[in-house]
């Protein structure tokens, strides 16, 4: 089976860009996860979805980010606009049973805001 | 929140030495994950171990749920096995996905 698929695998912008990011869970998982990594905070939970359904975006910085998941093998996360302090890496993951299941990571989006 | 501590949080070895790795948490869990962050980023799963022990060739994990810790096993380290090895765990509310701040682990031939 293919894993969690995520695009662009790198983004370089300008700040003030509207940067979107794109994810594939896999097959068959009905949850799926926006995680932030940066040096200084580790791995952020940003969002996450049960049944293509936002249950928690408690994470989510600020207004400037949004996240979607139109139906069960799509989600976007979109920055706009975008600012230095965003740079960082972004990955998805999803899961069978929420976060009592076993979560299974893409290979993450370098994100790098000029 | 429940915490979750990693140690040691820096380790070098050399090839063919043993290593073991632990996880504490502050509170009753129902999912512990065991990651490897490879140094080109990639996040690889390595057990899904709630409690118990699971083997994997060169690795192992122990989970001791009732006193809240879990060990992960690497014999006979290769160069490959270098990153940053994270613990992850599930609260019981099941609302939430804590990561420990990580093992970086650094092996050399």
């Known amino acids: 089976d293919a894993g969690v698929i995520q695009s662009p ?25 926006w995680y932030r990594q940066t040096m200084m905070r580790g791995l952020e939970l940003l969002i996450y979805f049960n ?3 936002p ?7 600020e207004d400037r980010f949004s996240a979607k998941m139109p139906n ?9 606009p975008s600012e230095p302090r965003d740079s960082a890496v972004y990955f998805c993951a999803s899961s069978r049973l929420d976060f009592a299941g076993e979560l299974f990571f893409g290979e993450g989006s370098r994100l790098t805001v000029l | ?10 380790l070098i070895l050399q090839e063919g030495a043993n290593s073991t790795l632990r996880c504490n948490f502050s509170d009753s869990v129902n999912n512990l994950q065991w990651f490897h962050q490879n140094p080109w980023g990639q996040l690889i ?3 899904y171990i709630p409690s118990g022990t699971k083997q994997n060739g060169r690795l192992s994990a122990t989970t001791v749920a009732t006193e809240r810790y879990s060990l992960l096993y690497i014999s006979s380290s290769q160069t ?6 994270f613990c992850a765990v599930t609260n019981q509310a099941g609302t939430a996905l804590i990561f420990g701040k990580g093992t970086t682990l650094s092996v050399s031939s």
């Open chain 1, 9 to 33: 695998r790198h983004e370089v912008t300008e700040m003030g860009q509207e940067v979107t990011l794109r994810c594939k869970p896999i097959s068959g998982h009905n949850s799926l996860f």
């Open chain 1, 51 to 53: 049944n293509n359904v």
């Open chain 1, 55 to 61: 249950i928690d975006d408690s994470g989510m910085p």
């Open chain 1, 72 to 80: 069960a093998s799509f989600s976007t996360l979109k920055i706009q």
């Open chain 2, 1 to 10: 929140g429940i915490q979750v501590e990693q140690s040691p949080p820096d």
């Open chain 2, 45 to 47: 799963n390595l057990f």
């Open chain 2, 80 to 85: 490959t096995d270098s990153g940053v090895y």
